[in-house]
């Protein structure tokens, strides 16, 4: 249990660093693409790496609520008074247990509010159907939002390693971080997606409208030919234009990412197994 606790604090917090870092990375790619004046934009960069001091006391004490309401359901309100008040060990796992839930709670929130950001961000972007890479950056701070979840996650088998530890203790944290990390991947790439495929859309109307108008002014000969081949190829190219915001690279990091959790829980009951074999 300690070893969890010093694990997933001196994770969490160097990553959650390195996500804001990465953010504020994709949000001056999309800065060029952007409705925005660079006094804007470096408001945007701000508002991504910092808190507010009155959500920050919300989410501290959101984080204690948590925190207390986990360790009143494991012991009790009288169990937990007295195994503080008795057990020095009892009482640091309790504290432990506060204080994991107090800086996943902050990270969770200032996750939630870089990915909010760029939600937003997907009514102010000029959409060339063409060059969608210039999109990426939103699949990037999706794929980037869910690593430290993904990574906590994968630090819950080391509670499982504790034969007196119950595996019911965990389930409150595999909960906590697995709805958010889902909605935090979600967040950023539904707005952009309904913008991609409106924009498509739109410009199929458009150049449909702009056939069959050629339909009815030109005769079936060559020059009509000429005149609407180039829209027929145009509409073709942006009929199949992908309506999401991936690339193979963000995609592929996705994936890697997704397999960490299953590999370290497969790992860790492998080596509870031996274990008790061995013994």
Known sequence: VSLFFAVIIAYIVPTYHFIVARCQAA??????????????????RRAIAERGVRAQLLMLGIGIAAGIAHNVALSGPVGLVRGASSSLAYAAVACGTLLVWIVMTSVIAGLFQIAGLFARLARRVRIDLLRLRALTPFADVAVISTLALIGAQAAFPLLWLDAGTSPIASIPGVVATG???????????????????AAKA?????????V???TRRGQHDVAHFAQVAPLLI???EIESAREWPFDTGASGRLALYLVIPPFTWVGAALIQHFVERAL
């Not at 709805?179 to 790439?189: D, N, R, S, T, V």
């Open 27 to 44: 949000l001056d790619g999309l800065a060029p693409h952007l409705d925005a004046s660079p006094q804007e934009i470096a408001g945007l």
């Open 179 to 197: 709805i958010p990390m889902l909605f935090l991947f979600a967040l950023p790439l539904v707005p952009i997606h309904r913008a991609i495929a």
């Open 202 to 210: 739109a410009e199929i109307d458009r150049l449909d409208a702009e």
């Open 212 to 214: 069959a108008a050629a």
């Open 234 to 236: 145009y509409r073709r």
